[in-house]
């Protein structure tokens, strides 16, 4: 079936760092495919999205790329700030229009 | 706009209890949603539903069950509480079930059963 696989955190970076955080999937046909950040003590909420392969998704500084070759969708931020801390979901559309998600990567920024 | 709204934040069950998450969405949308996250794990989708009186089976909807009377509202049930329904639960809403369809998450109902 489909499924998401993430990079396990936690991730513990400095403020201004360059931040990866892996994501490959396994889906029959082409699904969409998202990132999700949740802050401490607060719901999910969509970061970023990509419906079809080499889309690129952007928002708040992060960036992800549909690759169909590689079946991945990296989440990359060129200089992270401590209001970056929270967790990292990456996900994909599921048939009955529910998300399936990876595990999640915990991100702490140090000033 | 308070967008999706769960209660309560917390809850403690004993073994064989029964509760009500609350789940309501003012959004008007026409897709629900419940999943749970297991410490370390992805959220996996209990329930679903695509409008009132509409409601499906996820991943997960062994010891659950859910209803959907009106647009707004779709609580889920749990009638013998075990100690394996120790979780966060997340409902969510959409637009639309179709693909590339952003979800609206509330912030999470935490529930231990001991």
């Known amino acids: 079936g489909n499924s998401v696989t993430q990079m396990e955190g936690p991730v513990t970076l400095s403020e201004e760092a360059f931040l990866t955080i892996n994501c490959t999937y396994t889906?029959?046909?082409?699904?969409?495919l998202f990132w999700y950040v949740q802050y401490p003590g607060e719901g999910l909420q969509l970061l970023l999205k990509?419906?079809?392969?080499?889309d690129k998704g952007s928002n708040k500084g992060f960036e992800a790329t549909y690759r169909k070759e590689t079946t991945s969708f990296h989440l990359e931020k060129g200089s992270v700030q401590v209001s970056d801390s929270a967790v990292y979901f990456c996900?994909?559309?599921?048939?009955?229009?529910?998300?399936?998600f990876g595990k999640g990567t915990k991100l702490s920024v140090k000033p | 706009n308070a967008g999706v709204t769960q209660t309560p934040k917390f809850r403690i069950l004993k073994i064989g209890q029964s509760m009500t998450l609350q789940c309501t969405q003012d959004?008007?949308?026409?897709?629900m949603y419940w999943y749970r996250q297991d410490p370390g794990m992805g959220l996996k989708l209990i329930y679903y539903?695509?409008?009132?009186?509409?409601?499906d089976k996820g991943e997960v909807p062994n010891g659950y069950n859910v209803s959907r009377s009106t647009t707004e509202d779709f609580p889920l049930r749990l009638e013998l509480a075990a100690p394996s329904q120790t979780s966060v639960y997340f409902c969510?809403?959409?637009?639309?079930?179709?693909?590339?369809?952003?979800?609206?998450f509330g912030p999470g109902t935490r529930l231990t059963v001991l």
């Open positions: 959004m008007n949308h026409n897709y």
């Open positions: 990509a419906t079809k392969a080499d």
């Open positions: 889906a029959t046909g082409y699904p969409s």
């Open positions: 996900a994909l559309g599921g048939s009955q229009g529910n998300l399936i």
């Open positions: 539903s695509v409008g009132a009186g509409i409601t």
């Open positions: 969510a809403s959409s637009y639309s079930g179709l693909a590339g369809s952003e979800q609206f």
